[in-house]
């Protein structure tokens, strides 16, 4: 297919630079240098000299058991076409390069960019949910606790994923060159971005994991160490990773893996992060699966298995759990294109909008914040009744302020003489100081309701 041709191409390529940065030029003599013709890599040749290679076989329609040919003239410099102005290699006897047909090999072509599609509307739906996720568990005070800072965190994290992979999309192959230094630092930022945001689900699987089997952990326990772990970690590998790649395989932007265990520097930490993620999440759905059914309640055994399941249900985007099964479909989705193009479309699915599957779970969704929110709205509404007679509001707001005054006040010289009847046992049906219907006493209605309220917390 294209794809692959242009796959191969680039491997090539990359296998001349590499060879260009690492050969020394001859000491004696007038020499050609090593050159990129755009197919072939023609080694140094000696000036005057025709060198003769055999045809490359990555291209489609040439004969790899013909020969193309290239002249080295007696200034060291390669031949020129004079009617094109650039140096030409001959490939008249390799045969004529045609596009690859559009058979089953071209299945990327097609694929790539629905699923590119399909992962940038699910990074910008993620980060707008995120976004409005955080600021609802930031700003409402009462939902400050241990389990929603964590919670922040993870969405932090979420976010820093969305926002440098579309970024990265909308700069790569436009305004980034790909050998230039900052497309290297993009990549490594990425790259950061990405063990994070499974450093802090493997955190947040960390918490819960003790919280449920380990006692001196409780729902106030501080997160500082979870913080520390969750941004901490990932600098642990990235630099090194930085730093092989800056010194062995400085090219293409460092998005080309020539050596596949220098990867593994990154991959590696991941794969175990999942793998312990995973172990547990087995554990605490084991626990629960447990508890509902050891419960003496009276229940139904399909109500306890349903119930189990939606609990278990909800921990999955949690603890990433489906990452454990794309992390072995990965690794034998190679074997076939039509498996690695289904990999593809879910891994990219459910990375892409994990992190929207976690704001709706655990804020839009969650009753703790709902109630927060109807609160709010509530209060809201409140002050915009009041907002349209704003002079009747502020001096309601007075009056009940002065009788609140002057019932503590009042309350408070009484209460010596209160405290001593109820002493002996003498507490009036009546309280005294009470506006009597009778006399026609026409006490402020406040004073009254404060003095009730003062005897019924003192009793």
């Known amino acids: 297919s294209q794809q692959k041709q242009w796959t191969l191409l680039n491997e090539s390529l990359l296998k001349c630079h590499l060879s260009i940065n690492e050969t020394t030029p001859p000491d004696r003599g007038v020499f050609c240098p090593q050159t990129w013709d755009g197919a072939y890599c023609w080694p140094y040749a000696e000036a005057g000299t025709l060198v003769v290679k055999p045809c490359p076989d990555y291209i489609y329609g040439f004969n790899p058991n013909a020969s193309a040919s290239k002249f080295c003239t007696e200034d060291g410099s390669w031949w020129s076409h004079p009617l094109l102005n650039k140096t030409w290699t001959n490939y008249s006897l390799c045969g004529d390069p045609v596009p690859p047909p559009n058979n089953v090999d071209g299945v990327f072509d097609v694929h790539i960019p629905v699923i590119k599609a399909i992962s940038q509307v699910g990074y910008a739906l993620s980060l707008t949910l995120l976004l409005i996720a955080c600021l609802l568990l930031g700003s409402v005070r009462r939902l400050r606790c241990p389990r929603n800072n964590l919670h922040l965190q993870l969405f932090a994290s979420f976010i820093l994923r969305a926002a440098v992979s579309l970024f990265r999309d909308l700069t790569y192959g436009t305004s980034l060159d790909q050998n230039s230094i900052m497309c290297k630092v993009l990549y490594s930022v990425w790259q950061y971005c990405l063990m994070a945001n499974y450093c802090w689900i ?68 991941i794969t175990a992060s999942i793998v312990l993620n995973l172990i547990f999440f087995i554990n605490i759905t084991r626990v629960l699966f447990l508890k509902m059914f050891s419960s003496q309640a009276i229940q139904s055994r399909r109500y306890r298995y349903r119930k189990w399941f939606k609990s278990t249900l909800v921990l999955v985007p949690l603890f990433g759990v489906h990452y454990a099964l794309l992390l072995t479909v990965s690794f034998v989705a190679n074997r076939s294109e039509a498996l690695e193009v289904t990999w593809l479309y879910i891994d990219q699915t459910f990375s892409s909008f994990q992190g929207s599957f976690v704001a709706l779970l655990y804020c839009f969704l969650n009753g703790e914040v709902q109630s927060e929110v109807r609160k709010m709205i509530e209060r809201f509404r409140e002050v915009e009744g009041q907002g349209h007679n704003p002079q009747h509001s502020l001096i309601t707001q007075s009056l009940t302020y002065i009788s609140k005054g002057r019932s503590s006040v009042q309350s408070l010289h009484t209460l010596p003489e209160k405290k001593e009847n109820w002493k002996n046992g003498d507490i009036p049906l009546v309280i005294q100081g009470s506006p009597n219907p009778e006399k026609g006493d026409k006490e402020d209605w406040g004073v009254a309701v404060g003095r009730q309220n003062l005897t019924e917390s003192l009793l």
Do not use: Q
């Open 202 to 269: 493997l955190m947040e699987g960390l918490y819960l994991h003790n919280l449920v089997f380990l006692s001196m952990f409780t729902d106030t326990t501080g997160i500082l160490k979870y913080g520390i772990l969750g941004w901490g970690l990932p600098i642990l590998f990235v630099i090194p990773w930085i730093v092989v790649k800056a010194t062995f395989e400085d090219n293409l932007c460092w998005t080309v893996n020539k050596n596949p265990y220098y990867f593994w520097i990154i991959r590696g930490p």
